[in-house]
């Protein structure tokens, strides 16, 4: 099991880590017996990842769908209460569409942090959040980092463009903290027979169902995993279940049901619970939105970024000598799931991995090397001090070109839009997280998981000039059916989607007052 052909002698050979024809038994090391790490290689390591990441956000973070988490924040703020119905869509309000904000506490904060300190406020929170996350998981692993260098920073290097991608102003950031808390806790729980740990996880679950209620049911998931698998003792091949007493194991099982209990303490009580998976269970949202998507190998930065953490933790697993704990595949395996249902997944499992990744490769492997001469530690570390000076020095230059936070749409077409006030304005799905941010009422926007039982697929099929799942019979798809229906009276979409080919050809209908590469805005100039 887990071999694939593949043997502990082979893949020594492969690494070239024996000077002679040793036998096993001869070389191998007992990681338990190093009580000493070599911190120069932790500090250069951590310092290499933070200089990484402090370059790769001196271009700017992403404004991905934080300019309407901003907003409802501040609608929160100011009126000291969570709305029960959307109030940033037009067609929401007409049809009264309850809108639940599962995310109200993260969206507090973001507000706050925006209102107080600006758009260097969230671009260092950002930052700052990437850093503690990477920071976390190295310390996790430093007693690995006293064997080589080499190995981790193989690991860790591309983590930093993943977190560049993906940490920035949003509340799924707080659930990278609260999934590393979590299985924090249990592990420190299994592994020590006086840690106190578990009793943590349910005041975990509370904050979780609050910043984060999406995926807060990882709470209590993660805690019956590691139920289950300390209930048995038994072993098939490599993989080995380990029983704790029974009172310990338990421990789990009561940590989850009181996970469950505190997480409908929240504005909407119960609702919470089965949130996250209606959520994941619409398939068309979930094609939609690029994020949810799955992830594709055919694409060269996805392989790298992405399939590389799932492909060295799989190795690791393959060409162990040790018993695989049966949690750590169970996680492994869990996780993987995730990953391959979404791209979005992508930072939990490197999240999630680091608590056994390196424990399975044979320490042969990490290639212990002579002590690194003192002068060319100092060297290393100036160089990597050179290079924080300069991603600064780029940080500095993207806030005065006013480029820190990403924006979707430009300026001119929000004068534009306000100057004109359409009542029935249909919009791209992408642009309305700038629309409510300067206070312009969607038809659609990124709360896809509220428009999806309604207007959605419209939204969809209209962009497109498609018919799939339509609210209407339209076999041969006219769009002026759809246009109709909702009476639109202005269209600001994509320059090169279809629908912007359709309304261009009929010039004695819709009149484009503005137009760039990439977007224009039509004026409805005809009304049957």
Not at 170 to 183: D, G
Not at 203 to 217: D, E, M, Q, R, V
Not at 401 to 420: D, P, Y
Request: aromatic letters at 18%; one cysteine or more.
């Amino acid at each position: 099991m887990f071999s694939f052909g593949l043997s502990y002698d082979n893949i020594i050979r492969l690494f070239k880590v024996f000077p002679h024809r040793n036998t096993l038994s001869s070389v191998r090391i007992d990681r338990h017996l190093i009580m000493e790490t070599d911190n120069r290689s932790y500090i250069v390591l951590s310092v290499m990842v933070m200089t990484a990441l402090t370059c790769l956000f001196s271009i700017g973070i992403s404004g991905n769908d934080f300019w309407w988490h901003v907003k409802a924040g501040e609608w929160m703020v100011t009126n000291f209460s969570l709305p029960s119905v959307d109030v940033f869509s037009w067609y929401a309000k007409e049809n009264q569409i309850e809108w639940l904000s599962h995310e109200w506490l993260s969206q507090v904060i973001f507000y706050l942090i925006h209102h107080t300190t600006g758009e260097i406020g969230i671009y260092l929170f950002s930052l700052t959040s990437a850093c503690l996350m990477a920071f976390l998981i190295i310390r996790r692993n430093k007693k690995f980092l006293g064997l080589s260098i080499l190995l981790p920073a193989a690991f860790f290097l591309p983590m930093s463009v993943l977190f560049k991608l993906m940490f920035y102003g949003r509340p799924h950031l707080f659930s990278y903290f609260l999934i590393y808390a979590t299985l924090a806790c249990l592990y420190h729980y299994r592994s020590n027979e006086s840690s106190k740990a578990i009793y943590l996880i349910p005041l975990i679950a509370f904050f979780w169902a609050n910043l984060h209620g999406g995926s807060s049911t990882m709470s209590y998931i993660l805690c019956f995993a590691f139920f289950v698998t300390s209930s048995f003792e038994f072993s098939i091949g490599k993989l080995h279940f380990d029983k704790l007493p029974r009172n310990r194991s338990f421990a789990f099982l009561i940590a989850g049901l009181a996970s469950i209990l505190a997480l409908i303490i929240n504005p909407y009580s119960i609702e919470m619970l089965v949130y996250p998976y209606s959520n994941m269970g619409d398939s068309f949202m979930q094609k939609m939105i690029s994020e949810w998507s799955s992830p594709d190998a055919k694409e060269y930065w996805q392989v790298f970024i992405l399939f590389f953490p799932l492909s060295f933790v799989s190795l690791g697993f393959m060409i162990t000598e040790k018993k695989i704990k049966a949690v750590d595949l169970l996680i492994f395996l869990f996780f993987s799931y995730m990953f391959f249902r979404s791209v979005r997944f992508g930072v939990v499992f490197y999240i999630a991995s680091t608590f056994f990744v390196f424990e399975y490769f044979p320490v042969p492997i990490f290639a212990p090397a002579k002590k690194h001469a003192n002068t060319l530690f100092y060297v290393v570390l100036a160089g990597l001090l050179i290079l924080n000076i300069m991603g600064i020095s780029n940080t500095i230059k993207t806030t005065r070109e006013n480029r820190l936070i990403s924006t979707v749409l430009e300026s001119r077409f929000i004068e534009l839009v306000k100057k004109e006030s359409p009542k029935r304005l249909y919009n791209d799905y992408d642009f309305g997280v700038s629309l409510i941010y300067n206070n312009i009422e969607t038809f659609v926007d990124a709360r896809a998981d509220l428009f999806s039982p309604h207007n959605l697929r419209d939204a969809f099929n209209l962009a497109n000039l498609t018919n799939k799942n339509s609210s209407i019979k339209n076999e041969q798809f006219t769009p002026e059916i759809l246009i109709n229906k909702y009476r639109f009276d202005a269209f600001l979409t994509r320059s090169g989607n279809s629908l912007a080919a359709y309304l261009r050809e009929r010039k004695d209908k819709y009149e484009i007052l503005l137009e760039d590469s990439d977007t224009v805005y039509f004026k409805r100039i005809f009304h049957p």
